[in-house]
C-alpha cells in the first residue's frame, strides 16, 4: 500500500498569490516524523520543513507551513507568498520510528508559478 | 560550511558494465543514504551506512554495493548495469544522534545507460 500520496501532479499559482500542495499519508506507527523536500531542476533536493506526530503545533518555516491534520493523516505543505523561484518539484515523505531511519517519499507534485 | 558533494554530476555507461559513484557528507554528518530516482518518481531508498557498516537496505538486487570510509564519505558501486538502472542517483547525509535526523541531500549524479 502506498505510504505517501500525491495526488496533484500539478499545480499552477500567481507569483505572491498563497498556495498549498496535498500530501497524505498511511502509517500505523503512533511514533512519525513527516518531511517536506523542494527539487529545483537542478536536482537537488532540498529539505524545507518538519512535522513529529507528537508536536502539538503545526510547523513553519518562513513563508513555508505545514498544515498538520494527525485524525485526517493529512500533511499539506502551505506556502504563502509565491516567488518565482518556488517552481519546482515538491516531495513529501514520511519515516516512521521503531528504529527506521528511512523516509519514504511520495511521487511528487511540480509547481509552477507564474508572473 | 561545506554541503553534500556528489561526483561526478554526470555519467554514460553501457549495459554490462559498472559505476562508482562517490558522496562526501555534510560537515558534522556521520551517516549517509543512497537513493535512486527514476525519471517522474519520488526518490527509493538503496542503502544507508553508518560507522562504515550497512545499517539498512531497500529492495534492490545485490547488483548495487556500498561502501563508507572512515572519514564517512561514501561510494555505490551498480555492477551488471541495466537499461532501467538509468536514473538521479542522489546521497543523503545526517547525524545519527539527532532523533530528528534531517537529511540533506546532495545535487546527485544523473546514470545513463545505453
Known amino acids: 500500500a502506498q505510504k505517501i500520496t500525491q495526488t496533484q501532479p500539478g499545480m499552477f499559482v500567481q507569483e505572491k498569490e498563497a498556495v498549498t500542495l496535498d500530501c497524505t499519508y498511511d502509517t500505523s506507527d503512533p511514533s512519525y516524523g513527516l518531511f517536506w523536500y523542494k527539487q529545483p531542476s537542478s536536482g537537488e533536493m532540498i529539505f524545507l520543513i518538519y512535522q513529529g506526530s507528537y508536536d502539538q503545533q503545526n510547523a513553519t518555516e518562513g513563508r513555508y507551513s505545514l498544515n498538520f491534520q494527525k485524525a485526517r493523516k493529512s500533511a499539506n505543505l502551505v506556502i504563502s507568498a509565491s516567488q518565482l523561484g518556488d517552481s519546482a518539484m515538491y516531495f513529501c515523505a514520511m519515516r516512521e520510528g521503531g528504529g527506521s531511519y528511512i523516509p519514504t517519499f511520495g511521487r511528487g507534485t511540480s509547481l509552477i508559478v507564474h508572473p | 560550511d561545506a554541503g553534500v558533494t556528489q561526483s561526478p554530476t554526470h555519467l554514460i555507461k553501457t549495459r554490462g558494465q559498472q559505476v562508482t559513484l562517490r558522496c562526501s557528507p555534510k560537515?558534522?554528518?556521520?551517516?549517509v543514504s543512497w537513493y535512486q530516482q527514476a525519471l517522474g518518481q519520488g526518490p527509493q531508498f538503496i542503502f544507508q551506512?553508518?560507522?562504515?557498516?550497512?545499517?539498512q537496505r531497500g529492495n534492490f538486487p545485490d547488483r548495487f554495493s556500498g561502501h563508507q570510509f572512515p572519514n564517512y564519505s561514501s561510494e555505490l558501486n551498480v555492477n551488471a548495469l541495466l537499461l532501467g538502472d538509468s536514473a538521479l542517483y542522489l546521497c543523503?547525509?545526517?547525524?545519527?544522534?539527532?532523533?530528528?535526523?534531517?537529511?540533506?541531500f546532495g545535487p546527485g549524479t544523473r546514470l545513463t545507460v545505453l
Open positions: 551506512y553508518y560507522e562504515e557498516e550497512e545499517r
Open positions: 543523503a547525509s545526517s547525524f545519527a544522534l539527532l532523533k530528528r535526523d534531517t537529511q540533506y
Open positions: 560537515s558534522g554528518h556521520d551517516t
